[in-house]
């Protein structure tokens, strides 16, 4: 099961994640964000050695701005949580770097709307991932579930992680998601002491009983 955490800022902060079992975690570069990177703090996350995959989280940003991050955030993945369409994608894809795309999650989403990235997911098999996440007015983090019974119906075969008010009560439901293109969980919001800051402690606990 693959693990990701979001929302990182504090450099003491991510050195202690990286000290557990994750496979992710997220830089967030949204200047409307609770969670937003600024240039001063991308500046002292560019000082660390990462060991864990870093994925920069960026809304209907340009391409410039993104490739601008690449390199001194060690960017091994993209998110785009905007309007982004899969040419978009595309032109990172072809920068050899893993894209997450994350699509807002409602009773009435059509699935079929994803023709096109299910096709760009053909073509870069283990680069492009789906986040389904709980559908906001705006963009971004709800800190709330939406209905996972919602993602039976969704029978792409581009892997998804799942998203949105995840927190440590809910390792057992995770666990038992038995869908084929299920991957892994990103984390946020309901393991935080305040935005931006993590419970190391909290985050241990839940990878424990998901790790059973």
């Given at each position: 099961m693959?693990?990701?955490?979001?929302g990182?800022?504090?450099?003491?902060?991510i050195?202690?994640?990286?000290?557990?079992d994750?496979?992710f975690?997220?830089?967030i570069?949204?200047?409307?964000?609770?969670?937003?990177?600024d240039?001063?703090?991308?500046?002292?996350i560019?000082?660390?050695t990462?060991?864990?995959?870093?994925?920069?989280?960026?809304?209907?940003?340009?391409?410039?701005e993104i490739?601008q991050?690449?390199?001194?955030?060690q960017?091994?993945?993209v998110q785009l949580h905007?309007?982004e369409?899969s040419?978009?994608?595309?032109?990172?894809l072809e920068l050899?770097i893993?894209v997450?795309k994350?699509?807002?999650?409602?009773?009435?989403?059509?699935?079929?709307?994803?023709?096109?990235w299910?096709?760009?997911g053909?073509q870069?098999?283990g680069?492009l991932?789906?986040?389904?996440d709980t559908?906001?007015?705006n963009?971004?983090?709800?800190?709330?579930?939406?209905?996972?019974?919602?993602?039976?119906s969704?029978?792409?075969?581009?892997?998804?992680?799942?998203?949105?008010?995840?927190?440590?009560d809910?390792?057992t439901?995770?666990k038992?998601?038995?869908?084929?293109m299920?991957?892994?969980v990103d984390?946020n919001?309901?393991?935080e002491?305040?935005?931006g800051?993590?419970?190391i402690?909290m985050i241990k606990?839940?990878?424990?009983?998901?790790?059973?």
């Amino acid at each position: 099961m693959m693990i990701k955490v979001c929302g990182m800022r504090e450099t003491e902060n991510i050195n202690a994640l990286q000290q557990l079992d994750i496979d992710f975690m997220g830089i967030i570069r949204y200047p409307k964000s609770k969670r937003y990177v600024d240039d001063t703090q991308k500046s002292h996350i560019e000082q660390l050695t990462m060991n864990k995959g870093t994925v920069g989280v960026y809304v209907n940003a340009t391409l410039q701005e993104i490739l601008q991050d690449i390199i001194p955030l060690q960017l091994d993945v993209v998110q785009l949580h905007g309007d982004e369409d899969s040419a978009f994608a595309k032109a990172l894809l072809e920068l050899d770097i893993k894209v997450f795309k994350a699509f807002q999650m409602h009773e009435d989403f059509a699935f079929n709307a994803l023709e096109d990235w299910l096709e760009l997911g053909k073509q870069n098999p283990g680069k492009l991932f789906f986040l389904f996440d709980t559908a906001t007015k705006n963009y971004g983090g709800s800190g709330k579930k939406f209905n996972w019974q919602i993602l039976d119906s969704y029978n792409g075969s581009v892997p998804f992680l799942l998203s949105g008010g995840i927190s440590e009560d809910d390792a057992t439901a995770v666990k038992n998601i038995k869908h084929d293109m299920f991957l892994g969980v990103d984390l946020n919001s309901q393991f935080e002491d305040e935005p931006g800051l993590k419970n190391i402690e909290m985050i241990k606990s839940f990878i424990e009983k998901l790790r059973k």
